[in-house]
Antibody
Framework: QLQLQESGSGLVKPSETLSLACTVS??????????WGWIRQPPGKGLEWIGS???????YYNPSLKSRVTISVDTSKNQVSLKLTSVTAADTAMYHC???????????WGQGTLVTVSS | QSVLTQPPSASGTPGQRVTISCSGS????????VNWYQQLPGAAPKLLIY???QRPSGVPDRFSGSKSGTSASLAISGLQSDDEADYYC????????????FGGGTKLTVL
């Protein structure tokens, strides 16, 4: 059974870089049928797609975040990572790792990790 | 402000049929298929509908999706108390090199 588990710092200072990792178990991140990415949800608000990456190396990013986001995949660790630079309080959110494909933004979700941006 | 527009709330009584709308544009719903997600309180979202009307294994056939032009709908028949949740639509948007867009979510209350 596929499981996605997020990890990383829960508290980041303004202007610094948010870094998260997602470890995939019960399946291979090498599966070319799927993309791997991130979706976030600010407290009390709706879902916002951040971006995703296919094994081909093709990445897609939310245009509003593109200048600050990097998503990468480490096949040796079966992990997908997120880096978001120059964070502000508006980046405070629950960050979910997600597996997607061409017909679904996410068909499997991690439970999420809460990241707070505060000094 | 979300690219896809959903009503913020909807409600129904047990056994009723309710629909939730999702309005977009030609670059997203007009050209591509639609997903629907269910988020129960305190839980991660779950894929409910993909490819506009397909249900993943395990999703009851009480849930159905449809699309017309640049709008989509999720219908829930035989409403149950544990259907009370937030529902989100999503679609691929072909603009700006392509990206997924979500609706703002609809909170469904079972009265």
């Amino acid at each position: 059974q596929l499981q996605l588990q997020e990890s990383g710092s829960g508290l980041v200072k303004p202007s610094e870089t948010l870094s998260l990792a997602c470890t995939v178990s019960g399946g291979s991140i090498n599966d070319n049928s799927y993309s791997w990415g991130w979706i976030r949800q600010p407290p009390g608000k709706g879902l916002e797609w951040i971006g995703s990456m296919y094994n081909s190396g093709t990445t897609y990013y939310n245009p509003s975040l593109k200048s600050r986001v990097t998503i990468s995949v480490d096949t040796s660790k079966n992990q997908v990572s997120l880096k978001l630079t120059s964070v502000t309080a508006a980046d405070t959110a629950m960050y979910h790792c997600a597996r997607g494909d061409v017909v679904a933004a996410a068909d499997r979700w991690g439970q999420g990790t809460l990241v707070t941006v505060s000094s | 402000q979300s690219v896809l527009t959903q009503p913020p709330s909807a409600s129904g009584t047990p056994g009723q049929r309710v629909t939730i709308s999702c309005s977009g544009s030609t670059s997203n719903i007009g050209r591509n298929t639609v997903n629907w997600y269910q988020q129960l309180p305190g839980a991660a979202p779950k894929l409910l509908i993909y490819h506009t009307h397909q249900r993943p294994s395990g999703v009851p056939d009480r849930f159905s999706g449809s699309k017309s032009g640049t709008s989509a709908s999720l219908a829930i028949s035989g409403l149950q108390s544990d259907d009370e949740a937030d529902y989100y639509c999503a679609a691929w948007d072909d603009s700006l090199n392509g990206h997924w867009v979500f609706g703002g979510g609809t909170k469904l209350t079972v009265l």
